[in-house]
């Protein structure tokens, strides 16, 4: 069996990734098991400098999944270079810094340090807030994708990669939107917007009233959002959003999905990606698949 994935680029192991966020930088998870196994780590947001992140409450659990605000507390691009790096790099997996600001021009400063760096591609939060667009969201729009995606172009010889927001109208749109920008790959789905109320307190359960839905529960969603952009576009696509299986795995990747990301499952069981890479084993020695690229958008519809 041959689960090696070439995604915009990169050549990954296996199709298993970690989402930013919810993995840190890796020190915790290599108690647990050795992170050269997977095929690529997806870092913490990381922004110029350092962020505090939201107040707390900052993250509360729902049904079949969680709902998070949390800020992108991250210690900065300096600190990141210095002191997590060279951890990381002590490890046979690719390296996929999450990238995140809140203008075009703080994007470009901070592409431009990360590629001078030893790392194996860029990945572009676009849910972050432009401030000099009145805090709308980067990619909530065709337009404002393209200038973003144009602008990192232009700064990066590495792979580059785009996560978008499913939080808009139109995700194919948004997603051609980043094509047309020049960048090498998408990543979705991100957080979708929503609420948790305490009814006794008569408030939200964390401090900025509405936060990011992630589990389980968007799965569905996420799946429907591959399929679509993958009807709008022909770079690859890695997806996530509720992965916490290899039969979950293999849904994204019929779906269009290149490679996956597991996010929140991190946090149910930190064993959660290695499960899903040998579950993705299992399902290609039982269904006779000897290359699992082979399965890529292969869904067939009713």
Do not use: H, W
Request: net charge neutral; charged share 25%.
């Amino acid at each position: 069996m041959n689960t090696r994935i070439n995604f915009a680029g990169i050549e990954l192991k296996n199709p298993v990734t970690v989402a930013a966020g919810t993995f840190g930088y890796g020190r915790e998870f290599a108690n647990f098991f050795d992170l050269g196994k997977l095929g690529a780590i997806i870092t913490e947001g990381t922004s110029l400098k350092a962020k505090s992140g939201n107040k707390p409450p900052r993250v509360c659990e729902v049904s079949s999944g969680m709902l998070s605000s949390i800020g992108l507390q991250n210690p900065g691009i300096e600190y990141f270079a210095n002191n997590e790096l060279p951890f990381l790099r002590k490890y046979d997996t690719k390296i996929i810094v999450n990238a995140c600001a809140n203008s075009v021009e703080e994007f470009v400063e901070l592409c431009k340090i990360l590629n001078d760096l030893d790392i194996d591609g860029i990945e572009i939060n676009s849910a972050c807030p432009n401030v000099e667009d009145n805090n709308k969201v980067f990619g909530s729009t065709y337009e404002s994708i393209k200038m973003l995606t144009k602008a990192v172009r232009k700064e990066i010889d590495k792979p580059l990669i785009i996560k978008l927001t499913p939080n808009v109208e139109n995700i194919g749109k948004i997603a051609k939107g980043v094509e047309d920008g020049g960048a090498d790959a998408i990543s979705l789905i991100g957080t979708i917007s929503a609420m948790k109320i305490d009814i006794y307190k008569r408030k939200p359960m964390i401090s900025t009233n509405i936060g990011g839905l992630s589990g389980p529960a968007i799965k569905p969603i996420a799946l429907r959002m591959i399929y679509e952009v993958n009807q709008n576009i022909k770079i690859p696509i890695m997806g996530l959003g509720g992965i916490v299986s290899g039969e979950d795995a293999i849904e994204f990747m019929l779906a269009g999905a290149t490679a996956i990301s597991i996010g929140s499952g991190n946090l149910i069981d930190p064993y959660t990606s290695i499960k899903t890479i040998e579950g993705i084993e299992e399902y290609m020695r039982k269904s006779n698949i000897k290359n699992i690229s082979d399965i890529v958008g292969k869904l067939e519809l009713n």
